[in-house]
């Protein structure tokens, strides 16, 4: 079935160095949609950024991401971090057509930012 | 922005009662959605419902029961609550549930 890989469970960075937070993912089904959501502790998660085309980055707050199918990959970067970026981040995927909009997610990764 | 609101936001539960958790949406979107947040696992995603009537199981629906009486309301039903059901869980909507409401903190005695 379908699943998200995110294999850092904590990145832990200090400020003003560059950002990038990995994403993978698998479907059988072409057209995948690629998410990531930000949830900041006492705050519910929310969007980020979403993507649905190869090879286009995306951009969204200072973050930025590109969709790779051929690599089945959807990383998230940032070229400088600020310590309001500590918080955790999920990738998600959705198949829209074959899932009618069920997102997974993979189990998150956790970041923290350092003085 | 759409508004997801949830209640209630904070509960303690016996084991082996009933917890009705409750989830409201004002912006018309027919998807809605119930996760629980554990860590090590991400969310994860329990129910979920195309509009009112309509609940479909997700990918852990054991011990928890939807109802989607309304457009605008979504309920989560854990009609015996047990210890590994404490969890933060979170309700959204919109056409992939962009849309998060605040939480509710469920701890089962």
């Known amino acids: 079935g379908d699943s998200v890989t995110q294999k850092e469970g904590l990145v832990t960075l200090t400020e003003g160095l560059p950002v990038m937070l990995n994403c993978t993912y698998q479907t059988i089904y072409s057209n995948a949609f690629l998410f990531w959501y930000v949830h900041y502790l006492n705050e519910s998660p929310r969007l980020l950024l979403k993507?649905?085309?190869?090879?286009k980055r995306t951009e969204h707050q200072g973050f930025h991401a590109t969709l790779h199918k051929s690599s089945s990959s959807f990383h998230l970067q940032k070229s400088s971090a600020q310590l309001s970026d500590s918080a955790l981040y999920y990738c998600?995927?959705?198949?829209?057509?074959?899932?009618?909009?069920?997102?997974?997610f993979g189990q998150g990764t956790k970041l923290s930012i350092k003085p | 922005e759409a508004a997801v609101t949830q209640s209630p936001r904070n509960k303690v539960a016996v084991t082996g009662g009933k917890v009705t958790l409750s989830c409201n949406q004002t912006n018309n979107h027919n998807n809605m959605y119930w996760y629980r947040q554990d860590t090590g696992h991400g969310l994860r995603l329990i129910h979920y419902s195309y509009g009112a009537g309509s609940t479909e199981k997700g990918d852990i629906p054991d011990g928890y029961k939807a109802s989607r009486p309304s457009q605008e309301n979504f309920s989560l039903i854990l009609e015996l609550a047990t210890p590994s059901q404490t969890s933060v869980y979170f309700c959204?909507?919109?056409?992939?549930?962009?849309?998060f409401g605040p939480g509710t903190r469920l701890l089962v005695l």
């Open positions: 993507s649905s085309t190869d090879n």
């Open positions: 959204a909507s919109g056409e992939t549930g962009e849309y």
């Open positions: 998600a995927l959705s198949d829209r057509y074959y899932n009618q909009g069920k997102l997974i």
